[in-house]
């Protein structure tokens, strides 16, 4: 049977409005998985599908290094950009206008308890996706995310992931290149690698993607995938 998931979309919505959102969620889930632990009940914990876009926006994972941001203060300012370091894995990414920005808020413990497997259902729902529209996209060996020709020496990335876990409860997620300003690349290492380019769905084909289309096909594998009825 499918598991019932909440599909939201936020539309363009500030960072760190965002991030006070997902937590608020992502803390009403854990609190009660502890009631649940502690009190020997059997709550249902809700799941949430959320797609966003921010305004441009530079944030550092846990394991990242400040230096990856090539903007002093006054660069961000010029660049009409922010930064915030944040609590999920991985190096520094950049989100903005034109990006499919998307927060799984999902327990787990209805699906699969498997982080590597949920990167990787999460890679291929957007493999599946650029499918669609005649892009072979893949993975590239010892790092997450997807990729174009990830087996040359012309790859480069499409989608960005960082997420969070605890007790089996995720937030964070991905960052997917639709028509995204793919110039505001340049003032990072984008998730710390120096050596590869980054693209997007826009450059790819020559022209620009409807953002709603491209959603749907997206959220419509990621249900497939996990066994979600979309609600």
């Known amino acids: 049977m499918n598991k019932k998931v909440q599909y939201i979309?936020?539309?363009?919505?500030?960072?760190?409005?965002?991030?006070?959102?997902?937590?608020?969620?992502?803390?009403?889930?854990?609190?009660?998985?502890?009631q649940n632990r502690v009190q020997h009940t059997d709550l249902p914990t809700d799941n949430y599908l959320i797609f966003t876009e921010h305004p441009h926006v530079y944030t550092l994972g846990k394991s990242g290094h400040v230096d990856n941001l090539l903007l002093d203060n006054l660069g961000l300012v010029e660049k009409n950009a922010t930064f915030y370091k944040i609590n999920r894995g991985g190096d520094i990414t950049?989100?903005?206008?034109?990006?499919?920005?998307?927060?799984?808020i999902l327990d787990l413990d209805n699906f699969f308890t498997d982080i590597h497997l949920y990167l990787r259902t999460l890679e291929e729902a957007i493999i599946l996706t650029l499918q669609d529209y005649g892009i072979v996209a893949g993975r590239y060996p010892g790092y997450t995310g997807v990729w174009l020709e990830p087996d040359n020496d012309r790859a480069r990335k499409i989608c960005a992931l960082g997420?969070?876990?605890?007790?089996?409860?995720t937030m964070h997620g991905f960052a997917f290149n639709v028509n995204t300003d793919l110039s505001y690349f340049g003032n990072i290492v984008?998730?710390?690698?120096?050596d590869k380019d980054v693209t997007s769905m826009e450059r790819e084909l020559g022209h620009k993607l409807e953002m709603n289309a491209v959603k749907d096909k997206l959220k419509g594998h990621i249900a497939d995938l996990f066994h979600m009825e979309l609600g």
């Open 94 to 104: 950049y989100h903005g206008p034109g990006q499919i920005v998307g927060y799984p």
């Open 190 to 194: 984008p998730c710390g690698i120096d």
């Open 163 to 169: 997420v969070r876990a605890s007790r089996w409860v």
């Open 9 to 34: 979309d936020w539309g363009l919505v500030d960072y760190q409005d965002a991030w006070d959102r997902q937590e608020g969620i992502f803390k009403t889930l854990l609190d009660i998985k502890h």
